[in-house]
């Protein structure tokens, strides 16, 4: 699996995000309608992340956008998680969870303070990969908050004391190392430390 640094406006990430609102449409009888634009994503102020398989169809993407305190219902220093989506023949093989580890080293790297996200009740299964990820309900927040269906998670990723070496709010000492193996798709550098 090759999971590559991408802009949100890349062939392949339009060709995912269609397969996505699809999806949404078959859940929710219409696809996401948030406002979003490639620069949204573009580091240090986000991150837009695909997987290819072996044979370089890419199967799954993910990414972060900075959000600032604002009437939707974000604070200061939150990375909004963004089109995380896995085809329907790859799932099952651990791919949005190490792109989300990836997209949580890239945020806490970029300085910010906690990941956000919306999903809703038809997403059993996205529910389920953040929760068991460390990811808690919160006040909702963005362009679905005041949806009966809409359900917000967050997950601090602030390092309170990682001067002293202990342990910090993420549950690690440090990077995950899933962001080892990344590749900018823009210029086939390595990604990460």
Excluded at 78 to 94: C, L, P, T, Y
Excluded at 123 to 138: K, M
């Amino acid at each position: 699996m090759d999971v590559r640094v991408t802009r949100y406006d890349h062939p392949d990430a339009r060709k995912l995000d269609a397969e996505v609102q699809v999806e949404y449409a078959e859940r929710y009888g219409d696809g996401d309608l948030t406002h979003m634009d490639a620069a949204h994503f573009d580091p240090p102020h986000g991150l837009y992340l695909i997987a290819y398989d072996t044979d370089g169809t890419p199967v799954a993407s993910g990414g972060w956008r900075s959000q600032e305190r604002s009437e939707e219902g974000y604070e200061d220093g939150d990375a909004e998680i963004k089109r995380m989506f896995v085809v329907r023949a790859a799932r099952g093989r651990g791919l949005a969870r190490r792109i989300l580890a990836a997209l949580e080293d890239s945020a806490r790297e970029a300085g910010r303070v906690r990941m956000v996200l919306e999903t809703g009740l038809e997403q059993p299964e996205a529910i389920a990969l953040y929760t068991s990820s460390g990811y808690t309900p919160v006040t909702k927040f963005g362009y679905y908050r005041f949806e009966e269906t809409s359900r917000c998670y967050a997950k601090l990723l602030t390092d309170a004391t990682n001067a002293t070496g202990t342990t910090n709010a993420t549950g690690s000492t440090g990077t995950t190392g899933l962001t080892d193996g990344l590749t900018n798709g823009l210029t086939g550098a390595p990604v990460g430390p």
